[in-house]
């Protein structure tokens, strides 16, 4: 069973920095696709950014792109997501999901499993 653990979220200020770590028990890592999403109070889930399974391509949602970065460690089976620049509006719970395909996918129903979340919140 494939199990997902976020980490590093927290209280920041604006224009200040966070990585994010997913951590990925169980299954084979390197075959899938992995992805950030979040959600604000109110909002649906939006996407965040995407990479495939060699790490070799990735997709950056706009509202983002320039200021977080995606990238994985296949051999510790991680992702992560470096996110600078921090904005308030940036505020959210943070989710990492994955999809037993290498290709990534932009939305969340191409994504199988989930993990629990990790809150960032960023002060003005």
């Known amino acids: 069973q494939v199990q997902l653990v976020e980490s590093g979220g927290g209280l920041v200020q604006a224009g200040g920095s966070l990585r994010l770590s997913c951590a990925h028990s169980?299954?084979?890592?390197?075959?899938?696709?992995m992805a950030w999403f979040r959600q604000a109070p109110g909002k649906e889930r939006e996407f965040v950014a995407a990479i495939n399974g060699n790490g070799g391509l990735f997709y950056t949602a706009p509202s983002v792109k320039g200021r977080f970065r995606i990238s994985r460690d296949n051999a510790e089976n991680m992702v992560y997501l470096q996110m600078d620049s921090l904005k308030p509006e940036d505020t959210a719970v943070y989710y990492c999901?994955?999809?037993?395909?290498?290709?990534?996918?932009?939305?969340?129903?191409?994504?199988?499993?989930w993990g629990q979340g990790t809150q960032v919140t960023v002060s003005s």
């Open positions: 169980g299954g084979t890592f390197s075959s899938n696709a």
């Open positions: 999901a994955g999809r037993e395909s290498i290709a990534p996918g932009l939305s969340a129903d191409r994504y199988g499993y």
